[in-house]
């Protein structure tokens, strides 16, 4: 027989969420693997051999949760209007950002500027952007974005949805029927503009 895992799925969970608490109450600084492994009970040797290290942890937590911004923007259906799918997968990543909360700050880091393309990280976490792009690349080949650039409607869409989802964790609009609200509203409206042909057209 084999040897047994020392530490199996149910330590590192723990670990994780361990690790997300920190952070989200106290910030990157404050991960250390001594303190995770005091929050969960357990050995700093069960962050070593599951993580590697500290760097190694908040990775972990970056993999997470741009895996869940994946799964909710992969798992929208195609529909024949743009625009209609577009909302759609703007709630995708309010769900998963609802989903993940403590969570959200980091996986915004994994796709700033300068973040090396070639790392798995960032391309896990480019798929949900690339599946907005899909769309809007339809929306502009049929005529919906006159004279305006994937990336240029990429980049406004994801500002937006990155402000309410930031809004939303921090309590600012309120309830879950006001939240939905404001975000079916800001982004329907941002849509209408995107529509409208450029300065010049």
């Known amino acids: ?5 020392e530490h199996g799925a149910q330590t590192r969970a723990a670990l994780l969420a361990a690790a997300a608490e920190l952070l989200h109450a106290e910030g990157p600084s404050a991960v250390s693997v001594r303190r995770v492994a005091a929050a969960v009970g357990t050995s700093t040797r ?3 051999s599951l993580f590697d290290d500290k760097d190694g942890l908040l990775r972990a937590l970056s993999v997470d949760v741009a895996e869940t911004m994946r799964r909710h923007h992969e798992s929208v259906p195609a529909q024949d209007d743009p625009i209609a799918e577009i ?3 703007a709630l995708a990543y309010r769900a998963a950002a609802r989903e993940k909360p403590k969570l959200y700050d980091l996986f915004f880091g994994t796709v700033r500027p300068g973040a090396s393309q070639a790392d798995p990280l960032f391309a896990l976490a480019y798929r949900s952007f690339e599946r907005v792009l899909q769309v809007v690349r339809r929306g502009i080949a049929s005529g919906v974005f006159p004279g305006r650039s994937e990336f240029d409607i990429g980049r406004n869409l994801f500002a937006l949805v990155h402000g309410l989802a930031s809004l939303e964790l921090r309590g600012v609009l309120g309830d879950e029927a006001t939240a939905v609200g404001v975000w079916r509203q800001s982004v329907t409206a941002t849509l209408t503009g995107l529509q409208q042909r450029t300065a010049g057209e």
């Open 1 to 5: 027989m084999g040897r047994p895992k």
């Open 46 to 48: 069960a962050v070593y």
């Open 87 to 89: 909302l759609s997968l």
